[in-house]
């Protein structure tokens, strides 16, 4: 019997790749929480996707409410910054810490994140945050880098097979204004 993880989804293509090399070594749940997406369409868009991805990969995808008033006061004061700056620290931390509460409430021992696929993510600064806040809660990150080997690639082109719709920003409104640059 595998042992169980939560697994943050911050998309479906993402997870389409990323959620298929952990069930080789996990019986995955899958928590869709990112109150960053902006705006609401997107969000709604991005979360069929992930549903599709749930089907196609036969797990359970958990759905948080989505409240992105909370993400817009906590990244206020660094809207400025640039993309994979201290501003996405924020949010990568807002994201794992209800991932990891998440997971103490279904008494799952660990949690990692689908989000270091992307090659707009940095990875470090991900694992980083991820394994203070496992830290904090007594809880096992799975540190990883998705897309060493290929990942991203591979993410794109399992997209693709299965028709699934590929965002051309990060999620939030700041990247969203700095990709129509």
């Known amino acids: 019997m595998k042992p169980g993880m939560l697994a943050h989804v911050c998309c479906g293509p993402d997870a389409l790749y990323a959620i298929g090399v952990l069930q080789q070594e996990y019986d995955v749940i899958g928590v869709f929480h990112n109150p960053n997406i902006w705006p609401p369409e997107e969000y709604g868009r991005r979360l069929e996707e992930a549903r599709k991805v749930e089907k196609i990969l036969d797990f359970q995808l958990i759905e948080e409410r989505y409240v992105p008033e909370a993400w817009f006061e906590m990244t206020a004061p660094l809207k400025s910054e640039p993309e994979r700056g201290r501003r996405c620290a924020v949010c990568y931390a807002l994201r794992l810490e209800r991932t990891a509460l998440r997971a103490l409430a279904l008494g799952l021992p660990a949690f990692a994140t ?5 090659p707009l993510k940095k990875t470090d600064v991900i694992n980083r945050i991820g394994s203070r806040i496992a830290r904090k809660h007594g809880l096992s990150f799975l540190e990883t880098d998705f897309k ?7 993410s794109v082109e399992l997209s693709r097979r299965h028709g699934l719709y590929r965002q051309n920003y990060c999620g939030c409104l700041y990247s969203r204004r700095d990709s129509r640059t």
Request: hydrophobic content about 35%; overall charge positive.
């Open 114 to 118: 689908v989000m270091s696929v992307s």
């Open 148 to 154: 060493k080997k290929g990942g991203f690639q591979k």
